[in-house]
């Protein structure tokens, strides 16, 4: 990439503020041709050429001063606030530009890249031998903004859009003169600067008020980091959903869903939760309704074999006359009875209300995270479950005597069952056991809650509209990030008894502890008015760390450690199809046709430097895969070439491809 030549500054007029580019447009649009050509991404059209997330074209709305945008895609969880930290180090490195700005849609993600500059600092200066200045503008504490623009080494300001895009008093004093700042304007001053910006989640920063605001900063260009861009601008980096998992950089996805059914001819309650395999003949664990000497008629998990009467079991409940266990098929994870009837793992049927379902969920998310925390206790790493609710009141009531809402007290009844049924389970010796009997039910739940004036929990208000519909709408939220983020580190120690959280679903992007292993959501399945099924999974998808705080990243065993598991309300086919559907829309701008006009100017790595696919190497590589069967009559790629790609066993190329082998088929990939 050509830098372009050196400007000097002269500091006594203008201080540290960062050196112009001194590039035309069209060195800047080869640079970053070039950059996306070694990427294979889509070349720009243009500097100001912008388009939606579909292809179409989009008027930019950026005045003169904010008109070099470009975009980092990054799918959530793989480190995308690191990646823009190393970014500011090597931008200073390489340009020696020191003032950047990182601009941001809400206190969660504020409070977030606070925290990740803080633990981050002490790894950097090892790498970089030098520390950045940050901190986070306050519209009543200016005098950080004269060490911003004043001191020579890396300085970054953390900003909240609402501070300069919002109309209220404390909002308009950025571009005030104003009397205890020497009756000069603080935006002024700021750009003086030329800042970098560094916009975190751009997406839900296109308010008509927000861009017209950026340009103000007179930035000397601005980079947008997000998963999921709304308009894209010149795409220079790109990681999305497929790359993160084929590169091991996030956790696998697992989904244990709940489906209704009712059995015709019978109102037998059922619910078969799973089925266990061993050396011995397959167990199902079955609740059923059960009858209590008392008369009373209570709801109980029990483990049935072939051969068992439910009406025996039951106590003698007429409901399940006919009910014996025919066969426990853990193939097809079903049971059937001699009536004809059969059930399958994750169906209830008959008589499910909606706190039935809801205690279903939560057992099953207990049970999922005892799985999980016995088998990886001795791999040091602390399992986390995160429940996301949408009213505060069902977990912590304050008309009740203990204060516990219905949630709270259905998890400690659960949690009470399932524990001592681990417990007995374990052998003496396990050090498992002992951690496990040592946390009491009351003591491993905790919620974090938006507080009110009087320090008590509720509910957030909830935006309704734009970008951030459905997020938290209310200052009393930043008690709750202070509470997430920076209980972050204290959550992942055993010595800290907290394992279950609840939370309001408003206040998700407060969450992103890489040992959420099981997200259970324990609210209605509207996702098409406030947020999709990937935006919800994306909280649990980090990799998690150890008690010394390594990541569990080797590439041999990632995946069988790192799997987070999703406890949905709603069928297992409904849910994966609306998370696969989220999925493929967030790959839409991947090119699926595999003909010529896809490999045609292409690059590739050789071993003689970048080598450009001509049109006649295009065409060889598309009648190739032709002739193989590898594409459709679509121009898609086929099933075939993934199984013999898998095999080892593709077809060989033409001659003139041959010594390209490896960079074609990275290509076709």
Not at 120 to 139: G, L, P, V
Not at 468 to 489: H, M, P, S, V, W
Not at 600 to 612: C, E, F, P, Q, S
Request: proline share 3%; glycine share 6%; aromatic share 8%.
């Amino acid at each position: 990439v050509k830098k372009g030549r050196t400007q000097s500054v002269n500091f006594d007029e203008e201080g540290f503020k960062n050196a112009a580019i001194q590039l035309s447009e069209d060195q800047l649009l080869e640079n970053i041709h070039d950059v996306q050509k070694a990427q294979n991404l889509p070349l720009s059209n243009g500097l100001n050429y912008f388009t939606d997330d579909k292809g179409a074209k989009l008027k930019g709305v950026y005045k003169p001063g904010a008109d070099i945008n470009l975009d980092i895609e990054m799918e959530t969880g793989t480190g995308k606030t690191y990646c823009y930290i190393k970014t500011i180090f090597e931008l200073n490195k390489q340009y020696g530009w020191s003032k950047f700005i990182i601009t941001v849609p809400t206190i969660a993600i504020r409070e977030g890249a606070h925290k990740s500059l803080e633990v981050t600092a002490e790894h950097f200066n090892q790498i970089y031998h030098k520390k950045i200045r940050f901190f986070t503008y306050n519209s009543k504490d200016l005098h950080k903004i004269e060490s911003f623009s004043s001191d020579s080494g890396i300085n970054v300001m953390i900003i909240n859009i609402q501070a300069f895009n919002a109309t209220g008093a404390d909002n308009r004093r950025i571009y005030e003169e104003l009397d205890d700042f020497q009756s000069r304007r603080p935006i002024d001053v700021i750009s003086a600067n030329r800042p970098i910006l560094i916009l975190d989640e751009p997406q839900k920063m296109e308010g008509k008020a927000t861009q017209e605001s950026l340009p103000r900063f007179n930035p000397l260009f601005i980079l947008r980091y997000s998963a999921t861009h709304k308009t894209v601008h010149n795409k220079i980096h790109r990681l999305d959903a497929l790359d993160a998992y084929n590169q091991k950089l996030v956790k696998r996805i697992s989904v244990r869903g709940i489906k209704t059914n009712g059995l015709a001819g019978t109102n037998a309650y059922l619910y078969l939760e799973q089925i266990e395999i061993s050396k011995k003949a397959p167990v199902a664990r079955l609740e059923i309704e059960q009858k209590l000497k008392s008369g009373s008629i209570v709801r109980k998990i029990i483990k049935v074999h072939k051969g068992d009467r439910l009406i025996d079991l039951s106590n003698g409940l007429a409901e399940y006359d006919g009910f014996v266990v025919s066969e426990i098929n853990a193939v097809t994870d079903t049971i059937d009875f001699l009536n004809g009837k059969s059930i399958q793992v994750g169906v209830a049927s008959n008589d499910i209300t909606e706190e039935a379902m809801r205690r279903i969920q939560i057992r099953d998310t207990i049970k999922t995270h005892l799985d999980k925390e016995r088998r990886l206790f001795a791999k040091g790493i602390k399992v986390l479950s995160l429940f996301f609710i949408d009213s505060v009141v069902k977990y912590r009531d304050y008309s009740q005597e203990d204060e516990k809402g219905e949630y709270a007290r259905a998890f400690e009844e659960e949690y009470e069952i399932l524990k001592l049924e681990f417990l007995s389970e374990l052998p003496e010796t396990d050090p498992y056991k002992k951690y496990l009997a040592n946390i009491s039910n009351n003591n491993t739940h905790e919620g974090y809650f938006a507080i009110d004036k009087n320090r008590k929990q509720v509910d957030p208000k909830v935006k309704t509209r734009g970008e951030e519909r459905g997020l938290a709408n209310d200052e009393g939220a930043t008690a709750a990030y202070d509470l997430i983020l920076k209980n972050k580190e204290q959550l992942l120690s055993f010595s800290e008894p907290k394992r279950f959280i609840f939370s309001h679903s408003a206040l998700r992007e407060g969450w992103d502890n890489p040992n959420v292993f099981v997200i259970c959501m324990l609210k209605h399945a509207d996702y098409d008015n406030v947020v999709s099924r990937r935006q919800e999974v994306g909280r649990g998808l980090r990799i998690a760390v150890n008690q010394n705080g390594e990541r569990q990243d080797h590439p041999a065993t990632v995946h069988e450690t790192n799997i987070l598991t999703v406890v949905a309300n709603e069928s297992f086919g409904d849910f994966v199809k609306g998370l696969q559907s989220d999925i493929a829309e967030s790959l839409s701008a991947r090119p699926k046709k595999a003909d010529k006009s896809y490999f045609v100017n292409k690059v590739i790595k050789t071993d003689d430097g970048d080598l450009v696919i001509s049109d006649d190497m295009a065409k060889a590589i598309e009648r190739y895969l032709i002739k193989n069967d590898y594409t459709d009559d679509n121009e898609e790629i086929t099933d075939l070439y993934h199984k013999e790609l898998k095999a080892g066993e593709l077809g060989k190329l033409p001659e003139s491809l041959a010594p390209f082998t490896d960079q074609v088929i990275e290509l076709i990939d």
